[in-house]
C-alpha cells in the first residue's frame, strides 16, 4: 500500500463514487450534484497531475488492485501501468473532462435528467481512465466496450427523440463490430503468447511470425477504426452529435474516439513490427481524413461540420501512428483534444444562445451578440486550420513533416489538400455563423452564455494557444517529443527517415494550404466575390456526393441491414414456424390420423373380431411351418 | 395305425367348428360350432390317451363335457336376453359398442 | 449444528416438500397467509443453501456433503447425494430463483393461489435432488418428475395456447428422456455384464469399459434427452412456445434451472461416462451449437413478442455454453460453468422485467411499448442493467463467461469460435433494439400514460439478481475458484482414456500450464 | 423336483384340502352370500357387500398362515408355494377392490344384489385355482370357471342392451379362444403324454437333454400344442391379435366389473403363462420369444395408438390395458430371474394402478351416469381436487413418469429385457410409452385445464356420441363442468387410498416387493 498504489486508484475511484452517487441518490442533490461530480473530476485531475510528476521525475510503474479472472490457466488482473504515455492521457482526459463537467452544469442546468447525466458522465470519465491504465488487453477491452456503453447511453440520453436513442444504438452496435474485431484479436494474441499482459506480450512479439502479428495487429485496429470513427466504421460519429454538445466536446472529440490511437501507440511494439499492417492504418488514416473533409465541406449542421472534421483530424492521427512516428500522432491527440473539444463548447454555447438551433443557415451576425463564445471559435477554428502560432500547427505539421521526410509523398499530398479543406470549411462555418447578415429567426432573444460556460472555453482557448509551443518545431528537438519519446524507444522503427527537407518548408506550405482555404471561404462567404451557388451548380454531381455524406448509410442500409432482416424472417417463418415445429406437429397429427385408421378394426361387429383372432392363430402356425 | 390319423379327424372336425363360428351369423348356430369345436377336442384326448394307454385323457374329457355344458346354459341364458332386447338373434344387430 | 451440515443435502430436498404439507393444512381462501408463508419458506431454503456455500471446501474436486443410504439393494441404486464445485452453484442458483420467481408472483397469480405454490415447492424439490443426486436412478427419478409440476404450472396459469405449449413441453421432453433412459439402463447393464454387480452409483459407472462404436450409439441416446432439455438448435421448438405461454415464475424457473439440467446432464453423464464417443463427436455438437448461436440469435432480431424474443436469446446463449462445454479447454469449461450461472440470473431477470410490463400494460407485443422510460425511471434502469448483461457487456457477468468460453475454444476450433463470436454483435443488435422500441422513444400508445413505476417488492425481486450481475462481473475469483478443481477433474476423467490421453492434456493446457 | 409315486403313497387328502385352503374359504364365504338371496330383509342391505369384504379377509389370513410352505394337493394338480401367495395376494386385492367399488354403483341398478358379490368372489376363488393349478386339466377348468363367472358379471346389467352386447361379445369370443386353448392343450398331451406342468417339464427336459426337441412329431405336436395354448392365453392377456373383446367388453361391462377383468382375469393370465412358459423357456422350443416378441410389439403399439383418439375413458383404458399387456410381457421375453421377478412386480403394481383409476371413472360415474366421455371430466379438478389429484397421479404411473410403481415395474422389465439384449425391443417400448403418455396426459388437461382451445390432435375425433351406461340423456351432456354434485362414500374411499398407497410405495420403496417378488420366483421352479 504505497502512496503511488494509493494515488493511481484513488484517480478512477472519484469517478466511479459519483457514478454511483447520482445513479442512486441524484434526486436528493438536486443542482449540487453537478458542482460535486465537476470537484470530483477535478480532484482526479489534479491526482493525476501529481502522478504526472511523479512518473516524470521517476519511472513507470505497475500497481495491481485484485486478481480479476483466474481460471485455469487465464489469469488477469485488475492492475494499472503507469508509464509518460498513460500519465499524459491521464491529465488530458481528467482535465479535460473536468472542464466539460464544469461546462455541463450551466449547459445542463435545467434539464430535467441532469443527475443522470452527471452520474453517466462521471461512469464515462471512470471507464476511460481505467481504459488508459490498464495493463492488460482484458482490462483495455472491458473499458474499451465500458467507453462505448457509456457514449451508447449519453448519445441517446434524451431518449424521447427517436433519432437521439437511434444513433445510440448505431454507435453502440457499430463499436460492436469493431470490437468483434479487437476482440478475435486478443484471443489470436492469447493463444499465441499465452498470456494478455502487454510487457510478456511485447517481450514475446519479435519471437512470433510476423503473418501473425499482422494479423493480430490487423485485427486490433479492426476495434481502433470501429472506436475512432475511421472510414468504414464512421458512420456512428456524425449521428451521436444527437447528444448533448458537452458530451460530443468529451466523448466524441477529446477523449474516446482517441482512444483507438492512443491503442495504437501503447501497442507501438506490434505494429511497428509488421510494416503492412502500418501500412494499412496510414492507408486508412489517409483516406479517411480526406473523405471526412470532404463531406464536411456542404453540410449545414455546424456539429455535423465539427464531427467530420474531428474524423478528419483521427485520420492524421492514424497516418502519424502508421508510420510509426508515435510522438506525433499522441501530441497532435492531446493538441486536437482541446482545440477540438473547444470548438465543440464554443458550438454549444452557440447553440444555448439559440435555443438549440444547429443550422447555419439560420445563423449569421452572432459576432455582436456574444463576443466571447465568437472570440473561443475563431481560436478553435484558427488552430483547427493549423494557422500558427496556435496548438493546431505545430501538431498538425509534426504529422505532415514525418509524413514526407518518411517518404510517403501521396499522403502528405494528400494531407495538405485537407489541411486546405479543414481551414475552408471550419471558415465557412465561422463566416456564416458569426458574420455576414442575419438569419436568425427574430423572435428568439440571442443572449452570451453565462460564464461557468464561457470560462472552461476561455481556458482551453488559452490552451489551445500554449500548448503548441511544447512541441517548437524541429519537432523531435522539442520539449513534448524527449519527454514521451523514451516510451517509444523499444518500437521496432520499419519506416527510417529517407530524406530530412527543413521543417519551415513543409511548414510554409501547409500554412499557406490553411490560408487559401480561409481566403476562399472568405471570398465565397464575405466578399461574395462567388456566389456558392454557381460553384454547387458547376460541381453539381461531387456537391451532392459530399452533401449526401456519399450515401454510405444507404449502402449499408441495403447491402447489410435489409438483406439480413430478410434473412431472419426467412429462418423463423420457413425454418423454424414451417419446417422444424411442422415436423413435430406433423408427427402428432400423423399418430391421431393412425389412430383413427387403426380403430377401424374395431368396427363392433363380432364377425371380424373372431376373423381377426383366427388370422392371428393361423398367422402364428404358419409363422411355426415356413420356419 | 398312428395318432396322427385321429389327431387330423379331430383337427377337421375343430376347422369345421371354427368356420361355423366365423361365417354363421345365427346365435345359436355358433354356439352349436363352439360345441362342436369342444368336442374334437374331446375326440383328440381320448385318441390320445387311448394311444398313450393313459387315463387322465379321458378324465380332461370328462370336464371337458361339463365345462361345455355350463358354457351352454351361460350360451342360452345370454341368447335369450339378446333377443329380448333386440328381438333377433342375428350377431350383426350387435354393433352398439364399437370403436 | 453438525448434523444439520451433515445431512444439509437432504434438508435441502425435502424442506420443500415439507412446506408444502404445511401449506396443505391452510385454507385456499386465505391468500395472503398463503403467498407470505410460501415465500418466507423458500426464503429460509435459499438461506439454508448458503450454508451449503459456506461449508463448501473450495480446494477440491471431491465431492462434499456425501450422503449414502440403501435404497434398492437389488439394481444397487442407492440414496447418494453429494455435490461438487458445479452443482453448488446451480443448487444455489436453484434456491434463488424459487425464492425470487415466488415474490414476483405475488400479484400475477390470481386464482388456484394455493395449487400454484404448492406446484412450485415440488418443483424446486425435485430440481435440487436432481442436482445433488449421484445415483442414476435417483437422478432419473427427480429429473423426470419435475416435468409434472412445471406442466402443471404452465398449463394452468399460462396465457394464450397454454394447453398446446404445455402438452408439446412434457411429449418432447419426455420422449427425449425416455430414450436417454434407455442409454443409462444399456451402461448399467453394461457395467453388470463386466463386474457381475448391478450398481447405479455412478462415480463407478465411470469406470465401465464400452466398445468405441457402442459408446456412439449410447451418446446419441443420451444426447437426445439432455441435447432437447437445452434445448439444441433442431430440437429447441418446445421453448419458444413454452416460455412464452408460461407464466412469469414459470418463465424464471424455466430459463433459469430446467435449463440448465441439459448441460448439467452433459456434464455430469454424457461425458465422463462416454468419453471417447465425446471426444469423436465434439466438433459435431460444436457446429451445432454455433449454429444455435447465430439462429437464435437472428431469429429473435425478427421477433415481435418480447417473451418470445427472450426465449429465441437463450437458443443463442445454450449455443454458447454448447460450444464451451465441448471445445474442453479448461478455460472454456470453466466459462460455460460460469455461463450457466449468469444465463440463469439474467435471462431470469428478464423474464422478470417481461412479466412486470405485461402486469402494467396486458401485452407483450414490442409494438405496443414505447416511452415507458418516462413513466418508469428505475425499471428502466434496473431492464438495462440486465438487457446489457445478457448482451456480455464488460462489468457484467455475461462477459466474463462468455469471455471465457471463447477464449478457451478459440485455440481448438479456431473457424467455429469466430463465428460464435460474431453472435455478440447480433445480440446487441436484437437487444438494443427491442429496449429502444420498448423503453425509449415517445409514448405512441395511449394506455402506457397509466404506466407506473416498480414498487418495492418488485424491486426486492430483481435486486438480488442485479447485485449478482454486477457482483459476477467485477469479482468471479469465488465462483471461479470452485469450479475450477471440479473441471479439471472432470476432464481428466475424459482424459483417462487411453490414446487421447496426452490430447487432452493438451487441451486442458494441464502439460503447458 | 417333484416325484409323482412318493405323492401317490401318501394321504393325499388333507394336503389336498391345506393346499387349496384360501381358495376354499371364499367359496364357502360365496355361497354363504348366494344363499342370502333367500332372505329378502338381508339381501336388500349390504350385508353381501360386507361378507363378501370379509371373506377376502378371511383368505388372506389363511395364505399368510400357509405362506412359507409348498403344498401340493390332488396328485400335484393345485400346487400352492410362494409363487401362488404372490399372486393370491395380488388377485385378492383386485378383488378386494372390485367389492369396494361395487357397494354404490351397483344400488343404482335394480339387480339382486347377493348373486352379484357371490359372482365376484367365485371369479376371484377360481383366478386363485388358475394361478395354483399344475395340470392342464386344471388349468383348463379354472380358466373356464373363471370366464363364466366374468361372462355373467359382465352382462350383468338386466335390461341394458350395451351390458348384454358386451356379454355375447365376450361369452363368443371367450368360448372360442378357450376351445383353442384345450385344443392346445391336447396337441401338448400328444406330443408329452403328460398333463401335469411338471412332467412335461421334465418330459421336455430330457427329450430336449437328448436333442431331439425339435424333431419329427414330437416338434410339430408341441409346436401346435404351444401356440394354440399360447393363443387361449393370450386371449385372456388381450394381446393384440386376440385382444378385441377387450375394448367392447370393458366398456359394456359395469365398471367395477370392468376393474375385475382388466385387472384380477389379466394378472391370472399372466401368472399362468408365465408359469407354463418358465417351464420351456429354457430349451427355447422353435424360438418360441420372436412370437412373443412380435406379440409385445404390436399390442403396445396398437393399444397407444388406438388410446390416442378415444373419447370414451373406459374405452380408452381398455385400449391402454393392451398397451400395458404388451410392456408386462417383455418383463417374460426378457426372462430369468429379473426378469419373471419384474414381471410379477409389474403385474403387482398394474393391479393398483389400472383398479385406482377406475375407482374414480367408477366415483364420477356415479355422481352421472353419463360422465364416460372424457369431455365431461373438464374442470373436476377443481370440483374434486382430492380424487382429480389421485386420478393424475394413476394416469402418470400408467404413462410411467418416476416416483410412481408404473415407473418401476417399466424400469424393472425393460432392464430385464436389456439385460438378455433384447434392445430393439425396449428401444420401441420407451418410443411407445413417449407417445402413449398423450392420451393419459389429455386426461388430465381435461380435468385441470378446461378451456375450448384445441390440443395439438383437435379433440374432435370422429365418434362423438354419448357411451353412458345408463340410457342416453343427451341434454346432460350441454353442461359445461360435465360432472353434477355428489360425495364419494368411503367405500370407494378407501380403494382409492389403498391404490394410492401402494402405488406410491411401489414407486419410492420398491425393496419390499421386489423381495417378495424374488421369492416367488425362487419357488416357480421348486414345484
Redesign the interface.
Given at each position: 500500500m504505497d502512496a503511488k498504489f494509493i494515488i493511481t486508484w484513488l484517480i478512477p475511484l472519484f469517478p466511479f463514487a459519483g457514478w454511483f452517487l447520482w445513479g442512486l441518490f441524484g434526486k436528493y442533490f438536486k443542482g449540487y450534484s453537478g458542482y460535486i461530480a465537476s470537484a470530483f473530476v477535478v480532484i482526479s485531475f489534479i491526482l493525476s497531475s501529481i502522478l504526472f510528476f511523479i512518473v516524470s521525475y521517476t519511472h513507470g510503474f505497475t500497481t495491481t488492485l485484485y486478481p480479476w479472472i483466474y481460471a485455469a490457466t487465464f489469469k488477469v488482473g485488475v492492475s494499472a501501468d503507469i508509464d509518460r504515455l498513460s500519465v499524459i492521457m491521464l491529465v488530458m482526459v481528467t482535465g479535460v473532462s473536468a472542464l466539460v463537467h464544469i461546462y455541463s452544469i450551466g449547459y445542463m442546468q435545467d434539464d430535467k435528467g441532469f443527475a443522470r447525466y452527471f452520474s453517466f458522465l462521471n461512469l464515462f470519465v471512470f471507464s476511460m481512465i481505467m481504459l488508459v491504465i490498464a495493463n492488460n488487453l482484458l482490462l483495455l477491452y472491458v473499458f474499451w466496450e465500458a467507453v462505448g456503453f457509456c457514449s451508447y447511453i449519453l448519445i441517446g440520453f434524451w431518449y424521447e427523440k427517436k433519432s437521439a436513442s437511434d444513433a445510440g444504438k448505431k454507435a453502440f452496435i457499430v463499436n460492436r463490430v469493431g470490437d468483434f474485431g479487437f476482440a478475435i484479436g486478443v484471443f489470436l494474441l492469447f493463444i499465441t503468447t499465452g498470456t494478455l499482459n502487454y510487457e510478456t506480450i511485447f517481450k514475446m512479439i519479435p519471437s512470433i511470425p510476423t503473418i501473425t502479428v499482422t494479423i493480430i495487429a490487423l485485427l486490433l485496429f479492426a476495434g481502433a477504426v470501429g472506436k475512432s470513427a475511421q472510414f468504414p466504421l464512421h458512420v456512428w460519429l456524425p449521428d451521436a452529435m444527437e447528444g448533448p454538445t458537452p458530451v460530443s466536446a468529451l466523448i466524441h472529440a477529446a477523449t474516446m474516439v482517441t482512444a483507438g490511437v492512443y491503442m495504437i501507440a501503447r501497442f507501438h511494439v506490434i505494429f511497428s513490427y509488421s510494416q503492412f499492417a502500418s501500412e494499412v492504418v496510414l492507408t486508412i488514416g489517409t483516406f479517411t481524413a480526406f473523405f471526412a473533409a470532404f463531406i464536411a465541406l456542404t453540410q449545414f449542421d455546424i456539429k455535423r461540420i465539427i464531427a467530420y472534421s474531428t474524423i478528419s483530424q483521427l485520420g492524421y492521427m492514424f497516418m502519424a501512428v502508421g508510420i510509426g512516428s508515435y510522438t506525433a500522432g499522441m501530441f497532435h491527440l492531446i493538441s486536437h483534444a482541446v482545440f477540438k473539444g473547444l470548438l465543440f463548447l464554443t458550438a454549444g454555447s452557440v447553440m444555448h444562445g439559440l435555443a438549440g438551433e444547429l443550422d447555419l443557415r439560420k445563423m449569421g451576425g452572432l459576432y455582436s451578440k456574444m463576443k466571447t463564445t465568437a472570440i473561443t471559435f475563431i481560436v478553435g477554428g484558427l488552430a483547427l486550420s493549423g494557422i500558427p502560432p496556435f496548438s493546431g500547427f505545430f501538431s498538425k505539421d509534426a504529422i505532415l513533416a514525418d509524413v514526407y521526410n518518411k517518404g510517403f509523398y501521396f499522403s502528405w499530398v494528400i494531407g495538405e489538400i485537407t489541411a486546405l479543406m479543414t481551414a475552408f470549411y471550419i471558415f465557412r462555418v465561422i463566416f456564416i455563423a458569426f458574420f455576414g447578415e442575419s438569419n436568425v429567426d427574430p423572435k428568439l432573444h440571442v443572449h452570451e452564455s453565462p460564464k461557468i460556460m464561457t470560462v472552461p472555453m476561455i481556458i482551453l482557448a488559452s490552451l489551445a494557444l500554449i500548448i503548441g509551443f511544447l512541441g517548437i518545431p524541429p519537432f523531435n528537438t522539442s520539449v513534448f517529443y524527449s519527454f514521451l519519446h523514451v516510451d517509444f524507444k523499444n518500437a521496432y522503427n520499419f519506416a527510417p527517415f529517407i530524406n530530412n527537407t527543413p521543417w519551415y518548408i513543409l511548414s510554409l506550405i501547409s500554412v499557406l494550404a490553411g490560408l487559401l482555404g480561409i481566403f476562399t471561404a472568405y471570398l465565397l462567404y464575405i466578399k461574395k466575390a462567388i456566389n456558392p451557388e454557381t460553384i454547387k451548380n458547376v460541381f453539381k454531381p461531387i456537391y451532392t456526393l459530399s452533401y449526401n455524406k456519399v450515401y454510405i448509410d444507404e449502402i449499408y442500409n441495403f447491402i447489410i441491414v435489409k438483406p439480413v432482416l430478410s434473412f431472419s424472417n426467412f429462418l423463423w417463418k420457413i425454418i423454424d414456424v414451417s419446417i422444424i415445429d411442422g415436423a413435430v406437429n406433423g408427427v402428432a397429427s400423423s399418430f391421431a390420423f393412425f389412430s383413427i385408421k387403426t380403430k377401424k378394426i374395431q368396427n363392433g361387429m363380432l364377425m371380424s373380431y373372431i376373423l381377426t383372432l383366427t388370422i392371428g392363430v393361423v398367422a402364428l402356425l404358419f409363422y411355426f411351418f415356413i420356419r | 395305425m398312428s395318432?396322427?390319423a385321429y389327431?387330423i379327424v379331430?383337427g377337421v372336425i375343430?376347422c369345421i367348428?371354427?368356420f361355423g363360428?366365423?361365417i354363421r351369423?345365427n346365435?345359436i348356430i355358433?354356439f352349436m360350432s363352439?360345441e362342436l369345436?369342444?368336442n374334437?377336442?374331446n375326440l383328440?384326448?381320448v385318441a390320445?390317451?387311448g394311444y398313450?394307454n393313459?387315463i387322465?385323457?379321458d378324465?380332461?374329457v370328462i370336464?371337458?363335457m361339463v365345462?361345455a355344458a355350463?358354457?351352454a346354459a351361460?350360451?342360452l341364458?345370454?341368447?335369450v336376453?339378446?333377443y329380448r332386447?333386440?328381438g333377433t338373434v342375428d350377431?350383426?344387430k350387435?354393433?352398439?359398442?364399437?370403436? | 449444528m453438525d448434523f444439520f451440515i451433515k445431512y444439509l443435502l437432504s434438508i435441502l430436498i425435502f424442506f420443500p416438500l415439507a412446506s408444502v404439507i404445511l401449506l396443505l393444512f391452510i385454507n385456499k381462501k386465505n391468500e395472503g397467509l398463503l403467498r407470505n408463508l410460501a415465500t418466507i419458506l423458500s426464503l429460509i431454503e435459499f438461506i439454508f443453501s448458503v450454508y451449503l456455500f459456506i461449508y463448501f471446501k473450495p480446494d477440491t474436486y471431491k465431492f462434499q456433503f456425501v450422503e449414502k443410504f440403501n435404497w434398492i439393494t437389488t439394481f444397487g441404486a442407492s440414496y447418494f447425494l453429494g455435490i461438487d464445485g458445479v452443482s453448488l452453484f446451480l443448487i444455489l442458483l436453484t434456491t434463488l430463483l424459487t425464492f425470487v420467481s415466488l415474490i414476483s408472483s405475488y400479484r400475477y397469480i390470481k386464482d388456484h393461489v394455493k395449487e400454484f405454490f404448492i406446484l412450485m415447492l415440488i418443483l424446486e424439490t425435485f430440481m435440487i435432488g436432481t442436482f445433488a443426486s449421484l445415483d442414476v436412478l435417483l437422478f432419473y427419478l427427480f429429473w423426470e418428475f419435475m416435468l409434472i409440476p412445471m406442466y402443471f404450472i404452465i398449463g394452468m396459469w399460462g396465457t394464450g395456447r397454454r394447453v398446446y405449449s404445455a402438452v408439446k413441453f412434457v411429449l418432447y421432453t419426455l420422449s427425449g428422456s425416455l430414450i436417454m433412459l434407455f442409454g443409462l439402463i444399456y451402461i448399467f447393464i453394461l457395467h453388470y455384464d463386466q463386474t457381475g454387480y448391478f450398481t447405479f452409483n455412478i462415480l463407478r459407472l465411470y469406470n465401465t469399459h464400452i466398445p468405441l462404436n457402442l459408446q456412439i450409439l449410447l451418446f446419441i441416446a443420451l444426447f437426445l434427452g439432455f441435447a432437447i432439455k437445452i434445448p439444441v438448435f433442431p430440437f429447441h421448438t418446445w421453448l419458444p412456445d413454452a416460455h412464452t405461454e408460461a407464466p412469469t415464475a414459470g418463465s424464471v424457473i424455466l430459463a433459469g434451472v430446467l435449463l440448465k439440467f441439459g448441460v448439467y446432464g452433459f456434464f455430469r453423464f454424457a461425458m465422463p461416462l462416454l468419453p471417447e464417443a465425446t471426444l469423436i463427436l465434439a466438433p459435431i455438437i460444436i457446429i451445432i451449437g454455433v449454429i444455435g448461436v447465430l439462429y437464435g440469435a437472428l431469429v429473435s432480431m425478427v421477433q415481435k413478442d418480447l417473451k418470445r424474443l427472450v426465449a429465441f436469446s437463450s437458443v443463442s446463449h445454450m449455443g454458447f455454453i454448447m460450444l464451451g462445454l465441448f471445445a474442453m479447454s479448461a478455460i472454456s469449461v470453466d466459462g460455460s460453468i460460469l455461463q450457466l450461472l449468469n444465463h440463469g440470473i439474467t435471462t431470469g431477470a428478464l423474464f422478470l422485467f417481461v412479466g412486470m410490463l405485461y402486469e402494467r400494460a396486458h401485452t407483450r407485443q414490442i409494438a405496443d411499448f414505447g416511452g415507458i422510460a418516462k413513466k418508469a425511471p428505475i425499471l428502466t434502469t434496473l431492464f438495462m442493467i440486465s438487457v446489457l448483461a445478457s448482451i456480455g457487456l464488460p462489468g457484467l457477468n455475461g462477459f466474463i463467461g462468455e469471455f471465457l468460453i471463447l477464449i478457451g475454444s478459440f485455440k481448438h476450433y479456431m473457424v467455429l469460435t469466430i463465428i460464435a463470436t460474431s453472435g455478440i454483435i447480433f445480440a446487441a443488435v436484437y437487444l438494443l433494439w427491442m429496449f429502444q422500441r420498448v423503453m425509449f422513444q415517445d409514448i405512441t400508445n395511449p394506455q402506457m400514460e397509466s404506466f407506473y413505476d416498480m414498487n418495492l417488492r418488485e424491486i426486492i425481486t430483481v435486486l438480488p439478481l442485479i447485485l449478482l450481475m454486477f457482483f459476477i462481473g467485477f469479482y468471479p475469483a469465488p465462483f471461479l475458484e470452485r469450479i475450477d478443481p471440479t473441471v479439471l477433474h472432470f476432464l481428466s476423467i475424459i482424459g483417462h482414456h487411453g490414446y487421447i490421453h496426452n490430447l487432452i492434456k493438451l487441451k486442458t493446457g494441464l502439460s503447458n500450464a | 423336483m417333484l416325484n409323482i409315486s412318493h405323492i401317490y403313497n401318501m394321504n393325499f387328502l388333507e394336503k389336498g384340502m391345506l393346499s387349496i385352503m384360501p381358495e376354499a374359504v371364499i367359496i364357502v364365504f360365496a355361497f354363504i352370500v348366494l344363499f342370502l338371496t333367500f332372505f329378502e330383509r338381508l339381501s336388500k342391505s349390504n350385508n353381501p357387500y360386507y361378507l363378501s369384504l370379509i371373506s377376502i379377509g378371511f383368505s388372506m389370513l389363511y395364505i399368510l398362515m400357509l405362506s412359507g410352505r409348498t403344498i401340493d394337493g390332488f396328485y400335484g394338480s393345485i400346487v400352492f408355494n410362494e409363487f401362488s401367495v404372490f399372486l393370491f395376494i395380488g388377485i385378492l386385492f383386485a378383488g378386494f377392490l372390485t367389492i369396494l367399488m361395487s357397494n354404490n354403483y351397483i344400488n343404482n341398478f335394480e339387480v339382486p344384489l347377493p348373486e352379484y358379490y357371490s359372482l365376484i368372489l367365485f371369479g376371484v376363488s377360481s383366478m386363485m385355482l388358475l394361478v395354483s393349478s399344475n395340470n392342464l386339466i386344471m388349468v383348463f377348468l379354472s380358466i373356464e370357471f373363471m370366464s363364466i363367472t366374468a361372462y355373467i358379471l359382465t352382462g350383468y346389467l338386466k335390461g341394458n342392451t350395451r351390458s348384454t352386447e358386451a356379454a355375447l361379445k365376450y361369452f363368443v369370443l371367450g368360448t372360442f379362444a378357450s376351445a383353442f386353448l384345450i385344443f392346445g392343450s391336447v396337441f401338448i398331451y400328444a406330443a408329452t403324454g403328460h398333463l401335469n406342468l411338471y412332467n412335461i417339464h421334465y418330459f421336455i427336459t430330457s427329450v430336449a437333454n437328448k436333442g431331439l426337441i425339435n424333431f419329427g412329431t414330437i416338434k410339430i405336436y408341441l409346436a401346435i400344442g404351444l401356440i394354440l395354448f399360447l393363443v387361449g392365453l393370450a386371449f385372456k392377456m388381450s394381446l393384440f391379435p386376440f385382444h378385441a373383446w377387450t375394448p367392447d367388453a370393458y366398456d359394456g361391462a359395469p365398471t367395477p366389473i370392468t376393474n375385475f377383468m382388466a385387472t384380477g382375469i389379466k394378472i391370472a393370465a399372466f401368472a399362468i403363462f408365465l408359469r407354463i412358459y418358465s417351464l420351456i423357456y429354457n430349451f427355447n422350443i422353435m424360438d418360441f420369444n420372436n412370437i412373443l416378441w412380435l406379440l409385445a410389439i404390436l399390442s403396445m403399439t396398437f393399444g397407444n395408438i388406438a388410446a390416442i383418439m378415444s373419447s370414451n375413458i373406459k374405452r380408452l383404458l381398455a385400449y391402454s390395458s393392451i398397451a400395458q399387456a404388451g410392456y408386462i410381457l417383455i418383463g417374460i421375453i426378457g426372462g430369468g430371474y429379473y426378469g419373471y421377478s419384474g414381471t410379477l412386480f409389474y403385474l403387482f403394481a398394474y393391479i393398483f394402478m389400472t383398479a385406482g383409476a377406475f375407482a374414480i371413472v367408477v366415483a364420477f360415474e356415479n355422481f352421472d351416469l353419463m360422465s364416460l366421455d372424457i369431455k365431461k371430466y373438464s374442470g373436476i379438478g377443481y370440483k374434486y381436487p382430492f380424487v382429480a389429484a389421485a386420478m393424475a397421479f394413476f394416469l402418470l404411473s400408467l404413462a410411467g413418469i418416476p416416483v410412481t410403481s408404473g415407473f418401476m415395474g417399466k424400469f424393472y422389465v425393460f432392464s430385464a429385457a436389456i439385460k438378455s439384449r433384447y434392445d430393439l425391443l425396449v428401444l420401441i417400448a420407451l418410443i411407445n410409452s413417449a407417445f402413449a403418455a398423450f392420451y393419459y396426459i389429455k386426461i388430465i388437461v381435461q380435468m385441470y385445464m378446461p378451456d375450448k382451445e384445441e390440443l395439438i390432435i383437435s379433440s374432435s375425433n370422429g365418434v362423438q356420441r354419448d357411451r353412458g351406461s345408463g340410457g342416453a340423456n343427451l341434454n346432460k351432456l350441454n353442461n359445461d363442468f360435465g360432472v353434477v354434485n355428489g360425495k364419494i362414500n368411503e367405500g370407494l374411499m378407501i380403494a382409492i387410498f389403498i391404490c394410492l398407497f401402494f402405488t406410491l410405495l411401489m414407486g419410492i420403496f420398491p425393496q419390499i416387493f421386489i423381495n417378495f417378488a424374488h421369492n416367488s420366483i425362487n419357488s416357480l421352479w421348486s414345484i
Open positions: - | 395318432i396322427n389327431l379331430a375343430f367348428g371354427a363360428v366365423l351369423k346365435l355358433i363352439l369345436m369342444f374334437a377336442a383328440g384326448l390320445v390317451s398313450l393313459l387322465d385323457g378324465i380332461f370336464f371337458v365345462v355350463a358354457e351361460i350360451a341364458g345370454i341368447a336376453a339378446f332386447e333386440k350377431i350383426d350387435a354393433n352398439e359398442l364399437k370403436l | - | -
